[in-house]
Structures are given as structure tokens and as C-alpha cells.
């Protein structure tokens, strides 16, 4: 492939190997979200209570597991200083497990019944998320080691963005079909699994080969082993702003995503009265997506990554806020509301496809400060925030529905207080988590020109030691 250069060195080899990581991890992870559960109840008929259970026991190793893994990789690689790299020997070795363990989750478990089923499909969902998270974190972190300057992270995380939009969008269209012709059945979930896996096994690979760790900070880290320890992450958070205004980002937009996901089909079948609209939503928020990532990087070059974060979600917020005091007043069109809600969604999440560059930056930042780099630890703890705002955003979305009286009677009429509390929890309550983000980067981030010129001038080993930073907000 042609090695076309981009600004500041990338080239489009490098940007579409980083593109293909997030699309290869995608293409198993995506199946597990949207399939999972019809799994469980159609074909292994697990008992709910028993499900609701295995699922809190799921759901506390998948956000434990993240950190773990990111600090276990910091401590490796500060002892051995393995001359292939510090994240991409993971990729290459976490690729394969991926895909094996995850057809063993969609086949094995089949061939058992009872005490024995639950067994075996309890191991190997630990089985499978263990391993994704060996590539899925490694993958992440490496954006850290290929970018040098603020316009290629920007760049690698648009390509990132594209990347999981199309690994999200083919799986949920090749079940579905496979669904269609063999019905139900372990079958068409083995043959999905297959497919899946396979693609995603091709795209991993396509990653670990057309990426590589540019950044000379992680290649030349001087860190000991015995110097990084697993409670590291605490002291990050007491010193690091810049990475504790992510960390609340993380959990106020992934909260405000899985409150909008849980709850949409209720604003659009008791309260705009047509649930068929939400298939066009895809329709309108796929152009979007691509817009915002072809433009982010440009925009970002020119303005500043943060300032364009911020004005992002403050329009988000504003566009929600505007959609919430319509909807109070007047009886809003469901098009209206499905244009309107589609474009505040995609306008205020401008940041999730740019926080990957952001966590590079905080990774710098913390080098500065501590002298040790654990982009590891560093990225696992952040999966771990957004974790944290997934299980909120779908449990406090489930709870709400209770609070405001819903009645899921076969052809039950809301009552108009409930109608009020479905529109306050999928607009208002979206704008607020936009607004939650937004004051995170506006008080709580700190990496100023000034402070990114000293970053620029440790990495380059013109400081002397690191140095604190300023206190003031940008």
C-alpha cells in the first residue's frame, strides 16, 4: 500500500491499520451487545434469575479486569523492554484468542443442559472478555505510541471512529439474515459467531501490521518495573486533572448514551405514538458520523482539540434543552423530534470520537508529572469509567421507568405524568450529561499551550525533570 503522507508524518497505511483495530475488535464485541440476550433466553433458555445474577458477577469482572490488564502490561513491558513494541506484541497475541474464545461462547455452551450449561457458558463469557480486553486495551493505548503531535491524535482517533462504526454496523446486519434463514437456532448463532470472528480475526491482523509505535517516549521509557505498582492509578487521579476530567467525561456521556439507548423505543412508541421512525435514526445519524469525523480533524487543527469538545457538547446540550421546552409546550412531530434529537446526539458526541487522542495527551501529561508512562493503566482505568457510566445509564434508566409510573399492560394508556417523565429522561436528562461533560473540560482539564510546550519539551529531552503543573484551567 502507498504510503501517503499525512500531517506530521502518519500515513494513510498507518491511519487505516488503526482504523482496522477498532473495526476487527467490533466485529466479535458489537454480536455480544446487540445478540447476546436472545442467546441466553431463545437458545440456552437460561432462567432470568439466574441470568440477572451471572450477569452482576459479568459485569463486576468486565470493570475490574481493564486497570488490570492495563498495569499488567506497564510492568512487562518496563522489565523486559520488548524491542517489537509495547502494545502491538499483545495485539498479535491477544487476535487469535479473540476469535477462538469467542465461537467457543457461541458454541460450546449449546451442547450441555442444566447445572452443566450454566457452568460452561459462566467460563467462557470470563473466558471471552478476558481476551478481548488483551486486545481491546493494547489497541487503545496505542494511539498514545503512534502519535506525536495533537492533529494526529486527532486524526487516528477519527480513524478509530470509522473503524467501530463499521465493526458496530456488520454484525447486527449478518444475524439478522442468518436469523431469517435457519430461524432461532444454535446453529445460525454458531455460523454467525464464525463469520464474525473471522472478520474480525482478518481486520486484527490488518491492525498489528500497518500500525506502528512512532512515539519514541514509550519505545525508550526508562521506567522500572519495580517502580510501577497496580496503586499508581490513585495517584494519577490525585495529580492528573486533564485525566480526571476525562474520567468524569467517560462516565457522563456513556451514562447519557445507554439512558437514550434503553429508553428510546418508550419515547417513540408511548409518546410519539410511532416506534417504526427509530429505524430511520440509523439513517441519520450514519451521514453525521462520517461528517463529523472527516471534519474533526481539520477542525481540531485549526481551533484546538478542547475548545472544539467543548463547543460540541455545549450545542449538544442546547439542542436537547430547546427539544425538552418544545416537547412542554406543544405537541412536538415525531420527524421533528427524530431529526432534531438525531443531530444532538451526534453533534454532543463529537467528544467520544475524540477522547482518544485526549487520553494520549493525559498520558504525556502524567509522564511529566510522575516520570513514569502507564498507558496501560492509564486507558484500562478509563475503560473502567465508562464502564461505570454504562451500568449507571442502564440501570438508573430501568429504575426511572418505576419512578414515573409506567405501565407495560398489553395497550396500556400512560398517564400524563408519565409521558412527562419519559420526555424528561430522554431529552432532558441527555442534555444534562452533555452539560456534566462539558464542565469537566471547561474547570477541571488543565493542559494549556503553555503547559503542552513544556510536555513537548520533556518528550524531547529539553526539561530537566518533571515538573508540576500549573493549577489554572484552560
Not at 24 to 41: D, K, N, P, S
Not at 335 to 348: F, N, P, R
Not at 380 to 392: E, K, P, V
Amino acid at each position: 500500500m502507498a504510503k501517503s503522507k499525512k500531517a506530521g508524518g502518519l500515513t494513510t497505511k498507518h491511519w487505516i491499520g488503526y482504523a482496522c483495530g477498532d473495526l476487527g475488535g467490533c466485529m466479535t464485541f458489537a454480536l455480544m451487545g446487540a445478540m447476546v440476550t436472545r442467546y441466553y433466553t431463545n437458545i440456552l433458555h437460561v432462567n432470568p434469575a439466574i441470568l440477572a445474577t451471572m450477569l452482576l458477577v459479568w459485569n463486576i469482572w468486565d470493570a475490574v479486569n481493564d486497570p488490570m490488564m492495563g498495569a499488567l502490561m506497564d510492568k512487562i513491558f518496563a522489565k523486559h523492554k520488548n524491542p517489537h513494541g509495547k502494545f502491538r506484541p499483545w495485539i498479535l497475541r491477544s487476535a487469535p484468542l479473540v476469535a477462538v474464545s469467542f465461537i467457543i461462547f457461541w458454541t460450546v455452551p449449546t451442547f450441555f443442559e442444566g447445572t452443566t450449561m450454566l457452568v460452561v457458558l459462566f467460563f467462557t463469557k470470563i473466558l471471552y472478555e478476558g481476551c478481548y480486553t488483551m486486545f481491546n486495551i493494547p489497541m487503545g493505548s496505542l494511539l498514545s505510541a503512534m502519535a506525536n503531535t495533537d492533529s494526529e491524535r486527532a486524526s487516528l482517533s477519527s480513524a478509530r471512529g470509522f473503524g467501530g462504526m463499521v465493526g458496530n454496523m456488520v454484525p447486527v446486519m449478518i444475524m439478522p439474515i442468518l436469523l431469517q434463514k435457519y430461524g432461532d437456532t444454535a446453529a445460525a448463532f454458531r455460523i454467525g459467531s464464525i463469520v464474525c470472528a473471522g472478520i474480525g480475526f482478518l481486520f486484527c491482523l490488518l491492525h498489528y501490521y500497518w500500525t506502528e509505535e512512532r512515539n519514541t517516549a514509550a519505545q525508550e521509557a526508562t521506567t522500572e518495573s519495580s517502580d510501577i505498582k497496580f496503586t499508581d492509578i490513585l495517584d494519577v487521579f490525585k495529580r492528573n486533572r486533564a485525566f480526571l476530567a476525562l474520567c468524569i467525561h467517560g462516565i457522563c456521556i456513556c451514562t447519557m448514551q445507554y439512558v437514550s439507548s434503553t429508553l428510546g423505543t418508550y419515547m417513540y412508541s408511548d409518546v410519539l405514538g410511532n416506534i417504526g421512525l427509530m429505524a430511520l435514526t440509523g439513517a441519520i445519524s450514519m451521514p453525521i458520523m462520517i461528517v463529523v469525523l472527516v471534519i474533526s480533524p481539520a477542525i481540531s487543527k485549526k481551533f484546538g482539540l478542547i475548545p472544539y469538545i467543548r463547543f460540541s457538547l455545549l450545542a449538544g446540550f442546547v439542542m436537547y434543552i430547546t427539544l425538552f421546552a418544545a416537547h412542554m409546550v406543544t405537541n412536538v412531530n415525531p420527524y421533528v423530534h427524530m431529526v432534531w434529537s438525531t443531530l444532538a446526539s451526534g453533534i454532543g458526541m463529537v467528544s467520544i470520537q475524540m477522547q482518544w487522542g485526549m487520553i494520549g495527551e493525559a498520558i504525556d501529561y502524567n509522564e511529566l508529572l510522575t516520570g513514569k508512562r502507564t498507558e496501560g493503566s492509564i486507558y484500562g482505568t478509563f475503560n473502567l469509567c465508562r464502564r461505570i457510566g454504562q451500568t449507571i445509564g442502564n440501570s438508573a434508566a430501568v429504575l426511572a421507568l418505576g419512578w414515573i409510573g409506567y405501565n407495560s399492560a398489553a395497550g396500556a394508556v400512560q398517564s400524563a405524568g408519565t409521558i412527562t417523565g419519559i420526555k424528561a429522561l430522554c431529552v432532558a436528562v441527555p442534555g444534562i450529561f452533555l452539560l456534566g461533560s462539558w464542565a469537566a473540560f471547561k474547570f477541571i482539564w488543565n493542559i494549556t499551550p503553555e503547559l503542552r510546550q513544556k510536555i513537548a519539551d520533556f518528550k524531547a529531552g529539553k526539561a530537566a525533570a518533571p515538573a508540576p503543573a500549573p493549577e489554572s484551567a484552560e
